[in-house]
């Protein structure tokens, strides 16, 4: 846990969203506020402050080592322990096998999706624990009331101060789905358990709101209308925009190779109830994939998923008639619900199909039935081949661009990059052979069984964390951070000016003027009316025709080193 969690976590500047991130819990740190999240100096609401509140408590207790945004990262350390825990919990639970525990640690930490985004200051680190978190208590909400109650409630409550309603409006809707899936689940204790849960989630949905509508109406009305409805609906204007048949892809490669095993045990599952099933389940799957497969092609309709969500509750429901309830059956409601909403939503981005891991992490630790040998055979052979593909490139890449000779490789990579200067570091590249060969024993002594295969995975992925950390670091670093630009501009303004006006320039860039300056920029798009009338403007190049002709100079241009766009400063004529 330790080697994947470590490594790029501590060592570099906040990149590309980060900066924003980083920007909010900045804030926190300066002015103490944990009510209202700001960012450059202006209200940011599209989230709750948990993350930036608890982000920047790490980063005052580790001031004294760490730059405050490494610091700050570390409270992605807290969060993953809360969701392998939960996980493992849950995983023990639905299954009944101890050993599923360690396996859904071990798969979950293998996704491909996961390992970026706890290696990055980001809100949904809190939210995936949170969900997790209450997931686990639903695997229990049918027998311990008490306990079910305190983590369902504990998590959503979580989910909804790290992301908004986005978390527990999805647990909220599984948990109103599994009493008509599951007679266990429309008892006394399961009800009790449900009460349990608004109570313990009572601080967290209340407590924070109604301190923001204390401090301003109109700030509660942006973030619950704009930002958490507005941006589901899409009548916000705000994020990416909806892709057709998006969460079907994204799943795939999110919870690669755990999908496929959780897709071997949902069928496995299938076959060995199928006696006890009604004969309409098998046709209808058939009739499923023939739907959904119509439904993409044409695009026919928004609710793409629809179809094999239907089924999976179908298929649930009968389980649970045909052989009694199984706590392993509440993971299908737990997918099928997520990816129906998400389908439903106006706005498609990887990063929201995290919550539905965990449900396929426990659907594949299900142990129904032994995954086939060729199966696991073939999957593990395919793993291997891309992981080493992989670490391949990242070792020879790196390789190619500090060997002491021009090549095609040295090139590309210098001219995207020419303030980079390659050095040859023997220290390094004798660490990366150690990593290789450390991978390599692994392959070697861990057998290619089913549970082999997820160790050898995620050995993998350890180490190509590793060689990316070890070899790429510095050049990401260079490419990435505004650091340099922003120390630059600020060596060139005027001893005397009232004040930086911009347009439209972003809340990264803002941020980090702010973090390494102490200068708040103030955007004009965002403040509208009551933006002060600067003697300084910063403008994008592809806005500089905002900085009227004969009246302003321009005193500095510049930009990051790996990118193309340019900044520049303007001052008033005297």
Not at 175 to 188: E, G, H, I, K, Q
Not at 282 to 303: E, Q
Not at 410 to 420: D, M
Request: glycine content about 8%; hydrophobic content about 55%; proline content about 5%.
């Amino acid at each position: 846990l330790v080697l994947w969690a470590i490594p790029y976590l501590v060592g570099h500047e906040p990149f590309n969203d980060e900066a924003y991130t980083f920007s909010l819990i900045y804030n926190v740190v300066s002015t103490g506020d944990p009510v209202v999240p700001m960012a450059g100096g202006l209200p940011f609401m599209e989230k709750p402050p948990l993350y930036f509140v608890t982000a920047a408590t790490a980063a005052n207790a580790f001031a004294s080592w760490l730059p405050l945004h490494d610091g700050a990262r570390l409270i992605n350390v807290v969060y993953l322990l809360v969701t392998v825990i939960a996980l493992g919990y849950a995983a023990r639970q639905a299954s009944g096998d101890r050993r599923a525990a360690v396996v859904a640690v071990v798969l979950f930490l293998g996704c491909l999706g996961i390992w970026e985004v706890y290696h990055r200051l980001i809100t949904d680190v809190a939210l995936m624990a949170g969900f997790t978190l209450a997931l686990a208590g639903l695997v229990d909400a049918w027998r311990l009331p008490l306990r079910a109650g305190a983590m369902i409630g504990t998590g959503a409550g979580m989910a909804f101060m790290a992301k908004g309603l986005f978390g527990p409006g999805q647990l909220g809707l599984v948990a109103m789905t599994l009493p008509l899936c599951f007679a266990a689940c429309r008892t006394r204790t399961y009800w009790l358990s449900m009460a349990w849960a608004a109570l313990f989630s009572l601080p967290w949905v209340v407590l924070w709101p109604l301190a923001l509508y204390q401090v301003s109406p109109a700030l509660f009305d942006d973030w619950l209308w704009t930002n958490n409805i507005g941006r589901f609906t899409g009548g916000s204007g705000k994020g990416p925009g909806e892709k057709f048949g998006f969460y079907f892809y994204a799943i795939v490669w999110q919870a690669w190779p755990a999908i496929v095993l959780a897709a071997w045990q949902v069928w496995a599952a299938y076959r060995a109830a199928a006696p006890a099933l009604p004969a309409w389940l098998g046709r209808g799957f058939a009739a499923v994939l023939a739907l959904t497969l119509l439904i993409l092609v044409f695009k026919v309709s928004k609710m793409y998923a629809l179809p094999l969500v239907a089924w999976l509750l179908l298929l649930a429901r009968a389980q649970a008639a045909a052989q009694g309830f199984q706590p392993r059956l509440v993971a299908y409601v737990g997918f099928a619900i997520p990816l129906l909403v998400l389908s439903l939503a106006s706005t498609s981005t990887d990063i929201y199909a995290i919550v539905l891991l965990p449900s396929v992490i426990l659907v594949a630790v299900a142990l129904v039935a032994d995954f086939p040998a060729t199966l696991v055979k073939w999957l593990d052979r395919l793993n291997v081949a891309l992981l080493g593909a992989i670490a391949l490139y990242i070792f020879g890449s790196w390789f190619a661009l500090h060997v002491g000779f021009d090549n095609p490789v040295r090139a590309h990579f210098t001219g995207r990059l020419p303030a980079y200067e390659p050095r040859w570091r023997s220290g390094v590249f004798l660490l990366a052979v150690l990593i290789f060969a450390a991978w390599a024993w692994q392959l070697w002594r861990v057998a290619a069984t089913w549970t082999g295969m997820a160790w050898r995975w995620t050995g993998g992925i350890i180490a190509i964390g590793l060689l990316f950390d070890l070899l790429w670091r510095s050049y990401i670093d260079l490419s990435q951070s505004y650091t340099a630009m922003i120390r630059d501009m600020e060596a060139n303004l005027p001893a005397n000016y009232d004040c930086i006006a911009a347009f439209d320039l972003g809340e990264s860039l803002r941020g980090m003027i702010h973090y390494r300056t102490g200068i708040i920029v103030q955007d004009e798009m965002l403040v509208g009316d009551q933006a002060q009338d600067c003697d300084l403007r910063l403008l994008r190049e592809d806005i500089h025709h905002l900085a009227p002709e004969g009246e302003w100079r321009s005193i500095w241009w510049g930009k990051r080193s790996g990118d193309r766009k340019e900044y520049t400063v303007f001052q008033r004529a005297q």
